[in-house]
């Protein structure tokens, strides 16, 4: 078993930056991708980044493209998530998943769900206009 456990939400105005924080316990050897998730209410989860633990390759969608950064310290098994330029629209609860490296195979063509075999809790994340 895999757990995790985000940290680093909260409420920030538009153009402000927040790092949220994923731990990583438990089995996690072969854990070799991580990513973020987000889900605003009433919509669909939607993948914002992954990395590929085992050699730093990262993917992100299109809309935090250039704003959000997705690293890695591996010797505290924490991923981040450095968020930038924050819009209202990036208001959502973030979630941190894990998965054997297929995920970041996938990766390469989009960030799905489907993918990802073990979640967070969520940490919220509210940007103001």
């Known amino acids: 078993q895999v757990q995790l456990v985000e940290s680093g939400g909260g409420s920030v105005q538009a153009g402000g930056s927040l790092r949220l924080s994923c731990a990583a316990s438990?089995?996690?050897?072969?854990?070799?991708?991580m990513g973020w998730f987000r889900q605003a209410p009433g919509k669909e989860r939607e993948g914002v980044a992954a990395i590929w633990t085992g050699g730093s390759s990262t993917y992100y969608a299109d809309s935090v493209k250039g704003r959000f950064t997705i690293s890695q310290d591996n010797a505290k098994n924490t991923v981040y998530l450095q968020m930038n330029s924050l819009k209202p629209e990036d208001t959502a609860l973030y979630y941190c998943?894990?998965?054997?490296?297929?995920?970041?195979?996938?990766?390469?063509?989009?960030?799905?769900?489907?993918?990802?075999?073990?979640w967070g809790q969520g940490t919220q994340v509210t940007v103001s206009s």
């Open positions: 998943a894990a998965s054997p490296v297929r995920a970041c195979w996938v990766a390469r063509s989009g960030l799905y769900r489907s993918a990802f075999d073990y």
């Open positions: 438990g089995y996690t050897y072969s854990m070799n991708c």
